[in-house]
């Protein structure tokens, strides 16, 4: 294996890491947004179960915005394990063409 062929392969592995620690910092977006939706939730099922209709309808409108906040992260989730994914087939190619 060429050195440049060993750089752009470091490269790429030092790549992978940064896609690794974004998928990292998504998935603790991603479990802050999902935790907020479901106290948001609960209050809504207590107010429900509390016969309070108006405080029930309010945490409900509160989910909105978790809800929508969820759905770009999941797909940037999608889209970055998608590449890190393919990193990881090549660079495991590339280990098994020269190994």
Same mark, same amino acid.
């Given at each position: 294996m060429?050195?440049a062929?060993?750089?752009?392969?470091? =490269?790429?592995?030092a790549?992978? &890491?940064?896609?690794?620690?974004?998928?990292? &910092?998504?998935?603790?977006r991603?479990?802050? $947004?999902?935790?907020?939706?479901?106290?948001?939730?609960?209050?809504?099922? =207590?107010?429900?179960?509390? *016969?309070?209709?108006? &405080?029930?309808?309010?945490?409900?409108?509160?989910?909105?915005?978790?809800?929508?906040?969820?759905?770009?992260?999941?797909?940037?989730?999608? $889209? $970055?394990?998608?590449?890190?994914?393919?990193?990881?087939?090549?660079?495991?190619? &590339?280990? =098994?063409?020269? *190994?």
């Amino acid at each position: 294996m060429g050195e440049a062929e060993n750089s752009a392969l470091a =490269t790429l592995r030092a790549q992978l &890491a940064e896609l690794e620690n974004e998928i990292a &910092a998504i998935e603790h977006r991603l479990d802050e $947004v999902r935790a907020a939706q479901r106290a948001v939730e609960e209050r809504a099922m =207590t107010a429900i179960r509390a *016969g309070d209709d108006a &405080a029930a309808k309010r945490a409900l409108m509160e989910m909105i915005p978790h809800a929508e906040a969820a759905v770009p992260l999941e797909a940037d989730l999608k $889209v $970055v394990r998608a590449i890190a994914d393919a990193c990881r087939w090549f660079l495991q190619s &590339a280990a =098994t063409d020269h *190994g």
